[in-house]
């Protein structure tokens, strides 16, 4: 569905019969009043579609070789994609055509930046190529500061410090939230319960049961 306007002269020519059935200067007011942008499906302006859209045709059938009107949509997906440049997640849908070109510029901020203008047709492309373009103009106005292996080795260090502080403090969250203190109990007092849990009470059930099979035997 998306197509420009010498495409729509073309399949125009086609159904008339070409130019010699138009009067002349027929063809040149066709051209002018032909839309020269695309024509977009309603739902590619949510999503980044590379190009894919809704395409019609004819289903034949094998019998009798009727043809009945039908049409193809695109594969729509929807992703989650990483971008630098934003520093987070970008939820979008997009088609896999689209993911393929994606991969193959190394990302969606690559990507956004390297497409042209004239041929990103959809209206979210468009924001977020002019938003991305904009932030790389401000990263690149950025200082850049490069550390010493002492410092980058500090730095680690510190990290490093900071995630076994947080372990701790869930450890202990933990522990509060299900109370259990973490001292263990003495040895011979979880040796007579299990010893007492394996003693057959008398007068109970199962003592009568273990001498009616003794006294079977």
Not at 30 to 53: N, T
Request: a positive charge; glycine letters at 10%; hydrophobic letters at 35%.
């Amino acid at each position: 569905m998306a197509f420009r306007s010498r495409e729509v002269v073309k399949k125009i020519m086609k159904k008339i019969g070409g130019d010699e059935n138009l009067a002349p200067g027929v063809k040149e007011q066709l051209k002018k009043c032909a839309p020269d942008s695309k024509v977009v499906m309603g739902r590619a302006h949510r999503g980044l579609y590379a190009g894919r859209h809704i395409q019609f045709g004819n289903r034949v059938s094998e019998d009798g070789g009727n043809k009945t009107r039908r049409n193809w949509k695109p594969n729509v997906q929807e992703k989650r994609l990483f971008s630098y440049i934003l520093d987070r997640h970008i939820r979008v849908k997009v088609t896999t055509h689209a993911i393929r070109c994606i991969d193959k510029a190394g990302g969606i901020d690559e990507y956004l930046l390297k497409t042209p203008y004239h041929k990103m047709d959809t209206e979210m492309g468009l924001f977020w190529k002019a938003k991305m373009e904009k932030m790389y103009e401000k990263l690149g106005e950025m200082e850049v500061v490069f550390f010493s292996t002492e410092d980058e080795a500090r730095l680690e260090e510190q990290f490093r410090e900071i995630k076994l502080d947080e372990r701790a403090a869930r450890r202990d969250a933990r522990r509060k939230m299900y109370g259990w203190s973490g001292k263990k109990g003495d040895g011979a007092d979880t040796e007579g319960v299990h010893e007492g849990t394996s003693i057959i009470e008398e007068g109970s059930p199962r003592a009568d049961i273990h001498e009616r099979m003794v006294a079977n035997a």
